[in-house]
């Protein structure tokens, strides 16, 4: 209920601002260019807030772009500037998932200023073996979350929505999606249990989705648990 109340507060304030934007935009600026406006400011002041409170002092950008491009899949890395494109943002359903994607790339980003030659050599390593990184940038992604104010859950559930499941990773550049939110899970029940205790997504599809498809790396994750076990699990 909770949740369902705050998700039309955010609808509420949606259509306020798109009205101020209006009120104010000329008679020759499109809809089209106003809602691209006001998207930008949205992921802007999302994304400084990530920064901010996570006390990163690492130049990066937020762009929103409606097209999509492949000539440069990768700006975070190049330009250190985070692109969100209309194929990702059609997927998030409040500012959480939207944080949850800008904290992702934030955490991949910030590698690119460390290591020899300005970070260079660490950006071209993480473009090449990104499995090897990626539940290293969940994980923190996570940190910077519930540093900012924001649910950590979202990551799981704007992930399940937007991530496709490969049938393999064994000879994959990537892991599995099935595994990297396992990971997640794991890394908010011992780290955050506080946001699983006070679930604001239980009831939402993505989430129940999630449990439904994800319940054998669970019992694992509760198997884990009842030995007293360190050992770090092999998802699938």
Not at 50 to 56: D, F, H, Y
Not at 64 to 69: E, L
Request: proline residues 2%; glycine residues 2%; charged residues 30%.
């Amino acid at each position: 209920m909770k949740k369902e109340l705050r998700n039309i507060l955010i609808g509420i304030i949606i259509i306020l601002n798109l009205a101020a934007v209006r009120a104010f935009a000329s008679d020759n600026l499109s809809s089209e260019i106003i809602n691209d406006m006001y998207i930008q400011k949205r992921i802007s002041d999302i994304g400084l807030k990530l920064l901010n409170a996570n006390k990163i002092d690492k130049r990066m950008i937020f762009v929103y772009n409606s097209k999509y491009s492949k000539i440069n899949a990768e700006p975070g890395l190049t330009r250190r500037e985070i692109v969100l494109y209309d194929k990702s943002i059609q997927f998030a359903s409040d500012d959480d998932e939207i944080a949850a994607f800008l904290a992702r790339e934030i955490s991949k980003t910030e590698e690119s200023y460390t290591g020899i030659w300005r970070g260079l050599v660490s950006s071209v390593q993480i473009k090449c073996a990104p499995k090897k990184y990626q539940i290293f940038f969940d994980k923190r992604a996570v940190d910077y979350m519930v540093k900012a104010g924001y649910n950590p859950i979202a990551l799981i559930t704007f992930m399940n929505k937007s991530y496709p499941q490969k049938r393999f990773d064994k000879f994959s550049r990537t892991n599995l999606t099935s595994k990297r939110l396992a990971n997640i899970y794991e890394y908010i029940y011992t780290k955050y249990p506080y946001f699983l205790k006070h679930n604001e997504y239980l009831e939402s599809d993505s989430y129940q989705n999630f449990l439904l498809t994800s319940s054998e790396n669970r019992k694992k994750l509760m198997e884990k648990i009842k030995a007293g076990s360190k050992k770090e699990i092999n998802y699938e």
